[in-house]
């Protein structure tokens, strides 16, 4: 397509935009004393008349034309962008050097070349400079027309991916306001063809020369199929460009009936280093389908997306429990949209209150139960609301579980945290003594399965890394690290949701389900990629360390050492038992001390929580 090559060939020399113009510039003036001299002596006189020494004059004055234009930065115009204000510009380039080249003709006495042609000269140099670049304009903004449909300013895209993905892209987006300058692919058959009539340019790794070459202000990542560490690498390499970098949607958004053509940013999800985990959805359909299904903490991160999956297995009825009142309605409002044909029930309840949990699960009879309420904010639960995330996260762990084997629900799934091993913060000690309550009650003998599921940070979460990172990269920095080696282990919420549905149609009871999730990631590197991919550099917005924070360590571990493995049916799910023996008191007993030490007291103080909790959780350690 002649206006596609066009478009190659004016990108291709942007490069040298300055050079060029004061070389076309030059060209304009020579021309404009030669049609000076044609108005002034016509075509009988206008060669034969002039002295000998007019092409010395010519020359002195094309290079004090040149001086005069680059010492008022005319050449870092933007021809496509010509207006008024580049008119002005060059009108008084043009009145200075053509003043002062009459003026030093006149000073060296050279009579022969005539005054009308110096008053004249200027006035020709700027109606011919300004209509040059008018004129690039007028062929700029109708090569856009003719190529997207709008003569405005595009997107200019480098697609990285030249498969069925990259090809319903290109048909897509090409009359949205995008120029889709090329594609990028490894596949060397592909090489030198047009994919919908757009040429594939070289390889991925070429992707930052091509940008550079063609003026590119997106890349487009369009891999959907490829494996992880393919995408991975494209990614980076993309990232390394400095442009903003876009994707479309992954295979399973494809699946869920997002199109190849709705472009979106980078999420932390396509960042991660390894492939979801592959669960047994028959195995799920089959113990929750027609089940009476029970969530508390519902309107949270976790506990929403357990409803959206439970809700996808057809189950007779599910049960929201959640203490706040604006995410109960978020979620029974989001729910009924979704999902019109399952029945729910709203109630507005506290996992503290054991009274309400009783009559709650006397009067819904719930089968199934995911136990999602807990507090989880580890510097927040550190100082001064260390027996609140007592009270909440092991009280109520403890109050959910009893309440469930006391109405014979079929199986209670508690979601831990890979911060329960060998802890080092209140929060993790509090959800430690959990899984431990739910190891002692499921040796009692109830009816009730008692299980649960431990992974790390989740990504989207609230009170995650990666909100926050968003906010701070969207007010243009600094983005607060608080360490340059801490690691985390990641997984989105979808996938962490389909795990705890998992535990619940495989577990056995006091089984503790943990996620191979593959290497943690380097907070500081997740911290860079989104920098870059957002196009914006480092030397854009900065990383500062802030410093641990109280009870944060550097790296968090999915096994306790006095705890052993086994595999699952699942790849890489696998199961935590966990060594009564290394506890030195019932966790139950000690509970039901510490609930009556509470109630003589009235609370009890961070550092007296602090010394409970070392005796039933006795690899914890938090610095005072």
């Known amino acids: 397509m002649f206006w596609l090559s066009l478009d190659a060939f004016l990108t291709r020399i942007r490069r040298w935009r300055e050079p060029l113009s004061l070389l076309l510039d030059a060209a304009v003036i020579a021309l404009a004393w030669q049609a000076t001299y044609l108005f002034r002596l016509g075509f009988e006189r206008w060669l034969s008349a002039r002295p000998g020494y007019d092409a010395r004059v010519l020359a002195a004055l094309v290079l004090l034309y040149v001086i005069v234009l680059w010492s008022l930065r005319v050449p870092k115009g933007m021809w496509r962008f010509s207006g008024f204000g580049e008119v002005k510009r060059l009108l008084l380039a043009c009145a200075i050097a053509g003043g002062l080249g009459a003026a030093a003709v006149q000073m060296l006495e050279l009579r022969a070349v005539p005054r009308s042609v110096l008053a004249l000269h200027p006035l020709f140099c700027a109606i011919g400079l300004a209509m040059m670049r008018l004129g ?211 109630l507005v309840g506290d996992v503290k209150d054991l009274d309400h949990l009783r009559l709650t699960f006397k009067r819904q009879r719930p089968q199934i139960v995911f136990h999602a309420a807990a507090y989880k904010h580890v510097p927040l639960m550190e100082q001064d609301n260390a027996w609140a995330a007592l009270r909440n996260n092991t009280l109520g762990t403890y109050h959910a579980a009893l309440a469930a084997a ?72 600094p983005v607060t690290v608080t360490h340059p080696d801490i690691t985390r282990y990641f997984m989105t919420i979808p996938e962490a949701a389909r795990l705890v549905v998992q535990a619940a149609a495989l577990g056995e009871s006091g089984q503790v389900y943990v996620l191979d999730m593959g290497e943690p990631v380097k907070i500081v590197d997740l911290a860079r990629d989104m920098i870059r991919l957002s196009g914006h550099g480092l030397d854009e917005i900065r990383i500062v360390f802030s410093g641990l924070r109280p009870g944060e360590k550097l790296y968090e571990e999915l096994l306790a050492d006095s705890d052993t493995s086994v595999p699952t049916s699942i790849p890489r799910l696998s199961i935590a038992r966990l060594d009564q023996h290394a506890v030195g008191v019932p966790v139950l007993d000690w509970l039901s001390g510490v609930t009556r030490a509470a109630a003589d007291a009235g609370g009890i103080e961070d550092a007296r929580v602090r010394d409970l909790l070392c005796v039933v959780v006795p690899e914890f350690s938090s610095p005072r």
């Open 406 to 477: 006391e109405a014979d629900a079929e199986r209670f799934v508690l979601i831990s945290t890979d911060k329960a091993v060998n802890p080092t913060n209140v929060m993790g000690a509090t959800k430690r003594a959990a899984e431990l309550v739910i190891s002692q009650l499921a040796r009692q003998g109830h009816k009730t399965r008692f299980m649960a599921v431990r992974f790390g940070n989740v990504l989207g979460s609230s009170g995650s890394v990666i909100p926050k990172f968003k906010e701070q990269i969207a007010k243009g920095g």
């Open 136 to 346: 690039y304009r007028m062929l700029y903004e109708h090569m856009r027309g003719r190529i997207s449909g709008s003569a405005t300013e595009t997107r200019r895209a480098l697609v990285m991916g030249a498969g069925d993905a990259g090809r319903l892209l290109v048909a897509g987006i090409q009359h949205q306001g995008w120029v889709v300058v090329g594609l990028l692919d490894d596949d060397a058959a592909k090489r030198g063809m047009r994919v919908g009539g757009i040429p594939v340019l070289g390889r991925l790794d070429e992707v930052q020369a091509l940008a550079e070459r063609h003026g590119i202000t997106h890349v487009v990542v369009a891999m959907p199929g490829a494996e992880l560490a393919q995408r991975r690498r494209a990614l980076d390499l993309a990232g390394r460009t400095g442009l903003h970098v876009l994707t479309v949607p992954s295979s399973v958004e494809l699946r869920q009936g997002s199109k190849p053509e709705q472009l979106r940013d980078i999420e932390p999800e396509d960042l991660l280093g390894r492939e979801p985990v592959q669960l047994d959805e028959a195995g799920i359909s089959e113990a929750i389908s027609g089940k009476v299904v029970l969530i508390t903490g519902a309107g949270g991160s976790i506990g929403g997306e357990l409803c959206r999956q439970v809700a996808r297995f057809g189950p007779a009825r599910i049960v929201l429990y959640e203490l706040s009142e604006f995410a109960l309605y978020t979620i029974e409002q989001e729910l009924s949209q979704s999902f019109p044909l399952i029945s729910l029930t709203r």
